[in-house]
């Protein structure tokens, strides 16, 4: 089964400094990985995406993320934090319904709250 | 281009009814998906529509059904509503063999008191 885990419930960083909130998951395959964020009374917002290729992802407002096969980690960064960036972010993985199927179902953290301070 | 829509947005139900929600798709989106968010907790999968039809379901009761439309659109219900099915209800869509991301509704917050 499909798991993800989020090791951190709350990151805390000033603002300028960079930021990393961390992910670690199980899949059966190839792992298709995601972060999203949410802001209060707020749904998710895609940031971004790992399916293949590049261990580097970039994504929207300047994330990134890094995925590390052998340590099974997809971990969120950014280089300079903003006090904007402050909400919740989640991690999630996704499976198959059936090889070559585009269906499937997302599985996610508990989230972690990111909090930046001027 | 209207992204996800949700409505209500705001619920509040006694224990023992049912509800209807409501979710239309971004525009180009034929899959929908159900998410169920309690307080402090990631998202949960509901179950997920494709042409018109449940494909998958997550480890919720039969009280939990839903229905997809020709144009899309989808209806989560929920019957027989207990005190525990109060969470933030996020529907999501994307483009079967397009793309991998989902995106996700502003939510319906449901309310059982």
């Known amino acids: 089964a499909q798991s993800v885990a989020q090791p951190e419930d709350q990151v805390n960083v000033a603002e300028g400094n960079p930021l990393t909130v961390k992910c670690t998951y199980s899949?059966?395959?190839?792992?298709?990985l995601f972060w999203y964020v949410q802001y209060p009374n707020r749904g998710l917002q895609f940031l971004l995406k790992y399916i293949t290729g590049d261990n580097l992802v970039k994504g929207s407002y300047g994330f990134e993320a890094e995925f590390n096969k052998s340590q099974t980690s997809f971990h969120l960064k950014k280089p300079s934090a903003l006090v904007s960036d402050s909400a919740l972010y989640f991690c999630?993985?996704?499976?198959?319904?059936?090889?070559?199927?585009?269906?499937?179902?997302?599985?996610f953290g508990r989230g972690t709250q990111l909090t930046v301070w001027p | 281009d209207a992204g996800v829509t949700q409505s209500p947005t705001h619920l509040i139900k006694t224990r023992g009814q049912q509800v209807t929600l409501r979710c239309s798709p971004k525009s180009g989106h034929d899959t929908v998906s159900w998410y169920q968010q309690a307080l402090g907790q990631g998202p949960q999968f509901i179950f997920q529509?494709?042409?018109?039809?449940?494909?998958q379901r997550g480890n919720f009761p039969d009280r939990f059904s839903g229905h997809q439309f020709p144009n899309y659109s989808s209806e989560l219900n929920v019957n027989a509503l207990l005190l525990g099915d109060s969470a933030l209800y996020l529907c999501?869509?994307?483009?079967?063999?397009?793309?991998?991301?989902?995106?996700f509704g502003p939510g319906t917050r449901l309310t059982v008191t």
């Open positions: 999501a869509s994307r483009s079967t063999g397009k793309s991998y991301e989902q995106y």
């Open positions: 899949v059966s395959g190839n792992p298709y």
């Open positions: 999630a993985v996704r499976d198959q319904i059936d090889r070559g199927s585009t269906l499937g179902r997302l599985y």
């Open positions: 529509y494709y042409e018109e039809e449940e494909r």
